[in-house]
């Protein structure tokens, strides 16, 4: 690639900036003028918010901002016939892995965000039905405003989409949140434009289709999660009923050495269903960073010393260790399931469990925003963690692979990344979020200083040698950074890479031009491959 | 089709029988002659047990008894060189359903059962892997035999297959079966002979594998159920760590106009997690069917009457409708959830619950199948329902659409099944299994006697009826029976079949050849619908 190539306006593969005015006035003409936009002011909301300024060559060429799914189906077929790779994205907020950017320079930005309605909620079977633009806030409001007995199990900061949170396989935390299975009937926009409903939504005016997962058949939903094969134009979402009782709850350890113990007790505690929901273990400089800057505490080059850890521990009133958790349910039972997991967590030396029951009048106003996000009221107050390096300007990548939820795999992977976080001079912010009783994802959130190229560069180069390590050990990534979804997808390498090569067979057949996220999950397609990508 | 093409050897689409015969031997010479046999006596296995004698034409030319991964993939690749179709069964159980017969005439069986290994069970994390022929049986003695602390979920009649039950969606009743959702990760023969782990397992050493279901980019798993995309051979299954309780419970109802506002009662306790596993609501035939034969009562022709229907419920004890179902955990919840349920379904009139505690160590010889059966005690002591009509000779066909779990919905199937089967001249055995809090299956067991053509063809003919008209209510089927599942495919019509045709798309792409259970789920792909099929 030219030197220059920065400097010249992004062309997608093979598309001479001509071609590519072209396809900009069909979509225009499509779906209305107003729909689209080369402004580079916009543009720049499509980049990797934290790397280094100026850096990247992934640039979008312009940004088509449909508003129904005929829109949609439009702009897939005109992106067919000229050959213009689209990026869908609904709201754009998941800037620990590498924000609303595409992965293939030139291609024109699908934004979802102005399909952002809320179809349908029905409080007597507990279903939203949503457009992929419509954001926590957006759902919190709805049901709300319908006065519904129901709550929506969402994640910590309510910015985000709900369909595309789930399409990424994101957390949330409510008892529907295991094993991210609160979706129920995505309807899809394929390559070609085609518009299909998978689950009981393949048969027409089916009332089953937000309330079954399947059909006859076999079932296409999960094709569609972290998949270029399709954009997802509607969902449906379960809705909890109000339990009786939330009682949002802290484990504090102070010792770090008996993480392992805590994760067994965990573990124990959720395979019989006594915790039902998932909860967030954070060890204390990742609580910390949720809280205050690195710089109020230490300004030293390299990892924060453990005895400044402590020190944050003690005067944060944090632990080495915390848990965010939660009991949701009748009373009887709620205080049944608290007496239970406190014996048991207490147990372990250096361990406290607290918290208070609260009935649904206090669930909106709770102070502590980790409460309200637990109970599905949404706020932007967590969103401090990107801060701990840097401030106002710093940034964090997140490296995240699941592991057994056993303490043999959770000290396997925190004495493996605590290493390698502090041969690479950097701060160790671990975390643990279980998708179930059984695995967890292990969440490595490394922060920096957008302002330092060099510390920048030290942080995504870390994050790619904790893949590959991990991925030397069996642990996959729930998720990944788009910077390295290929060398994550590389990973997956059983019987000669047979999932890459089933993937790029489907691929090929539902998007022959390549038009769909090209590289997404490391899935490029024989056009794009052809095209020369991915640039490693 | 000839006349008497029922008399000449089965031979597939387009292949002489010489042809076959190369392709036999070539099949022996890969994995061993003992593994292939054209025996008729064998064969006779290999058909829809409860049609008219003599009527099927879909019979199989052989069949292939594989006994290792390596031996199923070196047979597909030889079928794909010969042009053999395949059709792969495990247990082959699936009575109600048509049995182990094939769609295609002349397609050699795939024979899984003697791939029947345990391969792990892990307490600790609570799974088993299992081969494909596996039964019931087999899991629960595995299970025993290594002294778990651990229950399996299972079906009512223990022959059936574990991996060939999930993949069918069939259902299971403990906590797990909500949803279908205790399977995690298959290892699956692609239909070019290619081996793919889906989930984690598609990393190399992955020990989330039986763990977390998904990887990183799309899941492909569920495309593997109810399908012909490929031939599992692996399954993960979640096992639950035993209750310190376990509560059998019945619930009994006296007025059947009032079976409406008991599926409203059942959803509230459903989606408040009061009631956390898979109840059986089954009218008094459908009961009765299980203790007694229709002779017993009754020798007209024409539907069982009202007043004989009434005196089945009271002589034996069931009423009008019964609901089997049960409590799982601590001891102090089960007490808190059976007060509740008890008073919320007792302020119905006519209706009465009642069960009793017990602990582990009395599970294993409850008296009564059904209470068996919803700990995981697996026998064959339920199988009796078949004999309602006709005794040792009597056969059934199952209709079983999934509608919404509301008083609504159930009086609208009700209402109209019912007065579908009087016009038919047939009883009507009913029931509803909830797949989860939402929706239900509303099963039709349509009993006969085998001995008698003109009742079977009844029974088959009344059955295609019912498919059609529920998809004009927009209730698809969740299992479709082998002689109508291209008509309950048909029903899945949003926009001109896309699900369909996405289905033969990739039916296309990954099974060229058409080898692997042409025609399942009503899915052919190009080569067999150029050779006729289906033959409607």
């Known amino acids: 690639m030219p ?96 924000g609303a950017a595409p992965q293939v320079r030139g291609a024109v930005m699908l934004s979802l965000k102005d399909m952002n309605k809320v179809l349908e909620i029905d409080e007597e079977l507990g279903y939203a039905i949503v457009e992929p633009g419509v954001s926590w806030f957006d759902l919190h409001d709805a049901i709300e405003a319908g006065g519904h007995n129901l709550v929506a199990s969402i994640v910590d900061i309510g910015w985000g989409g709900v369909v595309s949170n789930t399409l990424e396989h994101g957390l949330t935390y409510m008892p529907y949140s295991i094993d991210q299975a609160s979706h129920c009937g995505f309807e899809v926009v394929l390559p070609s434009g085609d518009l299909l409903r998978t689950g009981s ?35 449906g979402y379960w809705l909890m009923p109000k339990p009786e009782v939330y009682m949002p709850l802290w484990l504090q350890l102070w010792d770090d050495s008996q993480m392992p113990a805590v994760v067994d007790a965990l573990r124990e505690l959720m395979l019989d269903g ?73 147990s372990i030396p250096t361990v406290g469990v607290f918290g208070e029951k609260h009935g649904a009048d206090e669930w909106e106003t709770l102070p502590n925003p980790h409460e309200r996000v637990q109970i599905g009221v949404p706020s932007l107050d967590l969103y401090k963690m990107a801060g701990w390096s840097g401030g106002d300007e710093g940034g964090h990548v997140d490296f995240s692979p699941v592991i057994p939820l056993t303490a043999k795999h959770a000290k396997a992977a925190q004495d493996l990344f605590k290493s390698m976080c502090t041969d690479a001079g950097l701060d160790y912010l671990g975390g643990m979020l279980p998708i179930n009783a059984r695995a967890t994802t292990f969440i490595n959130v490394i922060p920096f200083d957008t302002k330092n190229p060099e510390q920048v560069r030290t942080a995504y180069d870390h994050a790619k040698r904790m893949v590959a390590q991990a991925g030397k050990l069996g642990y996959g990534e729930y998720r990944a950074h788009l910077s390295f979804m290929d060398l994550a997808a590389d990973q997956f390498g059983f019987n000669d890479h047979a999932q890459g090569r089933f993937n790029e067979t489907l691929k090929d057949t539902l998007d022959p031009n390549g038009i769909i996220a090209p590289g997404k999950s490391g899935i490029w397609g024989s056009r794009m491959r052809q095209a020369g990508y991915p640039q490693r």
């Open 274 to 346: 006594t915790i039902d929901m998932r909860p967030q273990l954070s060890n204390t400089l990742c609580m910390a960073s949720m809280l205050t800057a690195r710089s109020d505490w230490y300004d030293g080059v390299g990892p924060v010393p453990e005895e400044i850890i402590d020190k944050i521990a003690k005067e944060l009133g944090l632990g080495r260790w915390m848990m965010r958790f939660a009991l949701y349910g009748d009373e009887a039972i709620v205080d049944h399931n608290f007496a239970k997991l406190k014996k048991r967590f207490e």
């Open 201 to 235: 939504g393949a048969m027409d005016n089916n009332p089953t289709w937000p309330l079954y997962k399947r059909g006859l058949g076999p079932t296409s939903s999960e094709l569609f999660m972290q998949s270029n094969l399709g954009i997802v134009t509607k969902m």
């Open 3 to 98: 030197a220059n190539i920065e400097s010249r306006r992004p062309t997608p593969p093979n598309v001479t900036e001509a071609e590519l005015d072209r396809a900009l006035a069909a979509f225009a003409a499509a779906i209305g003028a107003d729909k689209v936009s080369t402004d580079p002011e916009v543009l720049k909301d499509f980049q990797d918010p934290y790397q280094v300024p100026g850096s990247a060559t992934n640039l979008a060429s312009g940004v088509v901002s449909p508003t129904t799914v005929e829109d949609v189906q439009a702009i897939v077929r005109l992106a067919n016939e000229h050959r213009i790779p689209l990026w869908p994205i609904s709201r754009g907020k998941n800037n620990g892995y590498g």
